[in-house]
Nanobody, 124 residues
């Protein structure tokens, strides 16, 4: 079965960095757009970043542009999110997700498979 397993979350001070990783198995990884979502308490799940199947194009929400970088390694079936200059507003559970599509889509309902999530907490 399909498994997406996130790692790399934790507690960091504002201005610090974290790198999230997601290891995928049970799917043809290169056929999927991969995304990172986050959900803070009391808020809806929102997309943070997404990357096309080849890695040739990416999408970021405005609040993380210039601070976060998404990347993927199709040979290792992994997708990563490098998060720099973290802010308390970035505190959330972060989820890796896979979408069987040709184009990047940004709605959670479009994604087919999800990881369990990893907590990121940024202290002020």
């Amino acid at each position: 079965q399909v498994q997406l397993v996130e790692s790399g979350g934790g507690l960091v001070q504002a201005g610090g960095s974290l790198r999230l990783s997601c290891a995928a198995s049970g799917l043809t990884f290169s056929s999927y757009v991969m995304g990172w979502f986050r959900q803070a308490p009391g808020k809806e799940r929102e997309i943070v970043a997404a990357i096309a199947r080849s890695g040739g194009s990416t999408y970021y929400i405005d609040s993380v542009k210039g601070r976060f970088t998404i990347s993927r390694d199709n040979a290792k079936n992994t997708v990563s999110l490098q998060m720099n200059s973290l802010e308390p507003e970035d505190t959330a559970v972060y989820f890796c997700a896979a979408d069987l599509t040709w184009v990047i889509r940004t709605t959670a309902g479009s994604f087919d498979f999800w990881g369990q999530g990893t907590q990121v907490t940024v202290s002020s």
